[in-house]
C-alpha cells in the first residue's frame, strides 16, 4: 500500500474532475485526481460545449488549444418530419462547439500537469473513505493491472465520478432520479452525404437524432420506448439497420457496411437526477455525480463545469487558509449557489423529456403537416442535441473563472 497527503483527491476525469483538478493545481493547491479508465478513451460521452464554455476555456487560457482539437460549431438546425423541413433554432452570434471528449480531457490533464501541485492516477478507482471524526478524510483506492492499493489522506474529497457515482453511493446520498419513457440507442458512422443542418427526423419508421462529431464522423440516435431495446436486438442488427436506413435512406449505405453489430451501439436512458445533497464534512459531489444530466438540451457539461469553476472560485481561499478539514458548512455554499440554476436545467430536461415521449407514443398518427404542439414536441427533440435559446430571459447568472487566484 502507497501512503500519500494532498489537499484535495478529485475523483474521476470527467470535464468537472479534469476542469477542477486543473484551476485547483494552478491555483497552488496540491491536488490528486483519480480515474478508473486506464485512457479516456470512451464512447458515447457528450460532445456540445454550449455558452458559456468557450468562454471559461478562454478565461482558463485554454481556448486557443481546444480549438485547435478536431470540432465542428453549429449555430442553426431544423427538423424535418415527413418531408416538410421546420426551423427550430437559430444561435446567431453564439457557438456551441462539437468536440470528443477523450482529446480535451487528454489536453485538460496534458496542462494541469505543468503545475508541480497536480498528480494523476489513470487505471484508479475509488475503493472508499477514509474518516476521521466522522468526518471524509481521504479515500482508499486501487489501481489496475497491478492492483496496487493507496491510502490518500486529504482536507476535502471531490466526487467527480458521474451517473453511477461510487462516491455518491459511499457517502449514502439518494441521486434522486426520475422516471422515463424514452431511450436513445446511439451509434457512429463516418460521415455520409446527408444534409448536416437536419438534426431531427420523423418518418412512419420512427425518431433519428444526429449530427457531425468531427470532420469523418457523425453521431446517430434512434429513440425508443424505454424497456423496447432487449427486444429490438431480438429482431437482429439487419432489422435495425432497415428502420434507420427507413427514416434517412440518404445513409442507407453507410449504414449497410458500418453498422455490423448491436456491440457498436450504447443505450443511454432520457432520465435525470439531483442528489438530495451534495455534501458532507470534507466532501463535494460536482457534475453528474450531484445531478445527472440527461442528453436533452446538451446541458450535462455545462453543468459540470460551471460546478468545477465555482467550487475554485468558493474554495480555493478556504484551502489556502489553515490545514484542517473542509467543513460541511463551506462545502454548502457551493451547491448554495450552483442548486438553483441546476434545479431550473433538470426541471426544463424533465418537462422536455415528457414532451419527448408523448411525441414517441404518439408517432403511429401523427397528421401531416404537423400540429404545432407536435412541433414543440418535436423541438424538444432537437434539443437534445442544443438548448433553445432562453427567450424568457431569465438565464441564471453565469460564473466566470477567478483568475486573480492563479498562482502563475
Ligand atoms: C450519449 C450522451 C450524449 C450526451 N450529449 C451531451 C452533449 O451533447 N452535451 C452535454 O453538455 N452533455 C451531454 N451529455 C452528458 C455529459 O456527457 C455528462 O453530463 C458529462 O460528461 C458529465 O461530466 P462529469 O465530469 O460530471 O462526469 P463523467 O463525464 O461521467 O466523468 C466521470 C468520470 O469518473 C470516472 N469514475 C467513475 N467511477 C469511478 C471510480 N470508482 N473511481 C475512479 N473514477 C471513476 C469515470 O470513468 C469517468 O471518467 C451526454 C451524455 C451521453 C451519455
Same mark, same amino acid.
Given at each position: 500500500?502507497?501512503?500519500?497527503?494532498?489537499?484535495?483527491?478529485?475523483?474521476?476525469?470527467?470535464?468537472? @474532475?479534469?476542469?477542477?483538478?486543473?484551476?485547483?493545481?494552478?491555483?497552488?493547491?496540491?491536488?490528486?485526481?483519480?480515474?478508473?479508465?486506464?485512457?479516456?478513451?470512451?464512447?458515447?460521452?457528450?460532445?456540445?460545449?454550449?455558452?458559456?464554455?468557450?468562454?471559461?476555456?478562454?478565461?482558463?487560457?485554454?481556448? =486557443?488549444?481546444?480549438?485547435?482539437?478536431?470540432?465542428?460549431?453549429?449555430?442553426?438546425?431544423?427538423?424535418?418530419?415527413?418531408?416538410?423541413?421546420?426551423?427550430?433554432?437559430?444561435?446567431?452570434?453564439?457557438?456551441?462547439?462539437?468536440?470528443?471528449?477523450?482529446?480535451?480531457?487528454?489536453?485538460?490533464?496534458?496542462?494541469?500537469?505543468?503545475?508541480?501541485?497536480?498528480?494523476?492516477?489513470?487505471?484508479?478507482?475509488?475503493?472508499?473513505?477514509?474518516?476521521?471524526? @466522522?468526518?471524509?478524510? @481521504?479515500?482508499? +483506492?486501487?489501481?489496475?493491472?497491478?492492483?496496487?492499493?493507496?491510502?490518500?489522506?486529504?482536507?476535502?474529497?471531490?466526487?467527480?465520478?458521474?451517473?453511477?457515482?461510487?462516491?455518491?453511493?459511499? +457517502?449514502?446520498?439518494?441521486?434522486?432520479?426520475?422516471?422515463?419513457?424514452?431511450?436513445?440507442?446511439?451509434?457512429?458512422?463516418?460521415?455520409?452525404?446527408?444534409?448536416?443542418?437536419?438534426?431531427?427526423?420523423?418518418?412512419?419508421?420512427?425518431?433519428?437524432?444526429?449530427?457531425?462529431?468531427?470532420e469523418r464522423e457523425s453521431q446517430y440516435g434512434l429513440l425508443v420506448p424505454e424497456g423496447r431495446y432487449p427486444a429490438i436486438r431480438d429482431r437482429g442488427i439487419a432489422r435495425f439497420r432497415e428502420t434507420v436506413a427507413g427514416i434517412e435512406p440518404a445513409i442507407a449505405d453507410s449504414v449497410e457496411s458500418n453498422l455490423t453489430s448491436f456491440d457498436q451501439c450504447s443505450l443511454l436512458s432520457v432520465r435525470s437526477g439531483l442528489a438530495e445533497r451534495w455534501t458532507d464534512d470534507g466532501l463535494?459531489?460536482?457534475?453528474?455525480?450531484?445531478?445527472?444530466?440527461?442528453?436533452?438540451?446538451?446541458? @450535462?457539461?455545462?453543468?459540470?463545469?460551471?460546478?468545477?469553476?465555482?467550487?475554485?472560485?468558493?474554495?480555493?481561499?478556504?484551502?489556502?487558509?489553515?490545514?484542517?478539514?473542509?467543513?460541511?458548512?463551506?462545502?454548502?455554499?457551493?451547491?448554495?449557489?450552483?442548486?438553483?440554476?441546476?434545479?431550473?436545467?433538470?426541471?426544463?430536461?424533465?418537462?422536455?423529456?415528457?414532451?419527448?415521449?408523448?411525441?414517441?407514443?404518439?408517432?403511429?398518427?401523427?397528421?401531416?403537416?404537423?400540429?404545432?404542439?407536435?412541433?414543440?414536441?418535436?423541438?424538444?427533440?432537437?434539443?437534445?442535441?442544443?438548448?433553445?435559446?432562453?427567450?424568457?430571459?431569465?438565464?441564471?447568472?453565469?460564473?466566470?473563472?477567478?483568475?486573480?487566484?492563479? =498562482?502563475?
Open positions: 500500500m502507497t501512503a500519500r497527503s494532498a489537499d484535495v483527491i478529485v475523483v474521476g476525469a470527467g470535464p468537472a @474532475g479534469c476542469v477542477v483538478s486543473y484551476l485547483l493545481a494552478r491555483s497552488g493547491v496540491e491536488t490528486v485526481l483519480i480515474e478508473r479508465q486506464r485512457t479516456l478513451d470512451r464512447e458515447f460521452r457528450g460532445y456540445g460545449f454550449r455558452p458559456p464554455i468557450p468562454r471559461l476555456f478562454d478565461e482558463m487560457d485554454l481556448l =486557443a488549444d481546444v480549438e485547435d482539437l478536431p470540432h465542428e460549431t453549429i449555430s442553426r438546425g431544423t427538423v424535418v418530419a415527413y418531408g416538410k423541413s421546420y426551423p427550430v433554432f437559430d444561435f446567431d452570434d453564439r457557438r456551441v462547439l462539437l468536440l470528443k471528449q477523450p482529446p480535451l480531457l487528454r489536453l485538460l490533464i496534458e496542462r494541469a500537469r505543468e503545475f508541480e501541485t497536480f498528480t494523476f492516477h489513470s487505471g484508479t478507482s475509488f475503493d472508499g473513505f477514509r474518516r476521521e471524526d @466522522g468526518a471524509v478524510a @481521504g479515500i482508499t +483506492a486501487t489501481s489496475r493491472p497491478d492492483g496496487e492499493t493507496h491510502d490518500f489522506r486529504s482536507r476535502l474529497v471531490i466526487g467527480a465520478d458521474g451517473r453511477f457515482s461510487t462516491t455518491r453511493r459511499a +457517502a449514502g446520498i439518494d441521486a434522486g432520479m426520475d422516471e422515463s419513457g424514452t431511450e436513445v440507442v446511439w451509434f457512429r458512422l463516418p460521415r455520409a452525404a446527408a444534409d448536416f443542418t437536419t438534426h431531427i427526423r420523423i418518418e412512419d419508421d420512427g425518431v433519428l437524432v444526429y449530427s457531425p462529431l468531427s463535494l459531489l460536482i457534475g453528474d455525480a450531484a445531478h445527472v444530466a440527461s442528453p436533452i438540451g446538451a446541458e @450535462g457539461n455545462n453543468l459540470a463545469i460551471q460546478d468545477a469553476v465555482e467550487t475554485h472560485r468558493l474554495l480555493t481561499p478556504v484551502l489556502a487558509r489553515g490545514d484542517g478539514p473542509i467543513s460541511n458548512a463551506t462545502l454548502r455554499r457551493v451547491e448554495g449557489n450552483r442548486r438553483p440554476a441546476v434545479e431550473r436545467t433538470i426541471r426544463g430536461q424533465r418537462s422536455r423529456g415528457r414532451g419527448l415521449s408523448s411525441l414517441l407514443s404518439s408517432r403511429d398518427r401523427l397528421p401531416d403537416p404537423l400540429e404545432p404542439h407536435l412541433l414543440r414536441g418535436a423541438a424538444a427533440l432537437m434539443s437534445l442535441l442544443a438548448r433553445l435559446p432562453n427567450r424568457s430571459g431569465t438565464d441564471d447568472p453565469e460564473p466566470s473563472v477567478d483568475r486573480s487566484l492563479f =498562482a502563475d
